[in-house]
């Protein structure tokens, strides 16, 4: 089922973050019903920053891979569109061709700067956007599914600037509207549900305020959830303490049983399907 099939039957639908194929393979395998393809973590596993360091076509790149090894539905991180609408109509095209249909862009300025990053942050015009999101529209086709992130709360804007780019963005034909907020509660997210009345499904990312329960989302009408960053985040963490411990000790023995075994990498990847592969092909 793809992601507009579950915003039609109003699905409650966890996203969690991938940054490449194996992390992807382990987002499905888990159980997830979505992946969720960060512009931070892409960039961060390039050693790159968040602010469309990375090319459009570096994206795709991984995205590709993503998709080559799952199944389930990728929402991909589109920035603010890698540019103006042109830019935004040739990255759909080339999502479109590795069979992803679905991304969510943002309403600032590209390049495009990570939102827990300073304050104050532009901005785009309204109908500078609204002209993105009709151009992802048209590109992509009723199967395309173009979420619109408004940035207005976490730039510090009023409640009621969210609900009118909001509301701009619904009928420019997004399909549904990402609500951020960095607050270290969820409080004006849930305001802005209150006032927006379920006119188009919304997404909320909870990074700062991840003490909210997950029943809290779906009682103020929140029904997609985007666990945006958090696989990178304890990969670094992870490696670093591996490699720190190596390099201290100089050997393995402290290491070997606190790492994932070689066969568990082996079940993530194609390797267990050699052996048919070779009996078929290669007898």
Known sequence: MNIQQRLARGDNTQFMEAHNGLSAKIVEHVGFEAIWASGL???AAMGLSDRNEASWSQVINVL???ADNTSVPILVDGDSGFGN???VIRFVKKL???NVLAVCIEDKMFPKVN???GENQALAPIDEFCNKIKAAKDTGGSDFTVVARVEALISGRSMEEALERAEAYKEAGADAIL????KADASEVF???ERWGGKLPLFAVPTKYYKTEYKEFVNHGISNLIWANHLIRSSVRSMKETAERIFKEKSLVNVEEKVSSLEELFSLTNERYMDDLEAKYNP
């Not at 609500?179 to 960095?182: D, G, M, R």
């Open 115 to 117: 939102s827990f990053i």
């Open 85 to 87: 609408y042109l830019n």
């Open 96 to 98: 479109q061709q590795i």
């Open 41 to 43: 973590s892409m960039s």
């Open 64 to 66: 590709e891979q993503m």
């Open 191 to 193: 305001t802005f549900s």
């Open 179 to 182: 609500i951020h907020s960095k």
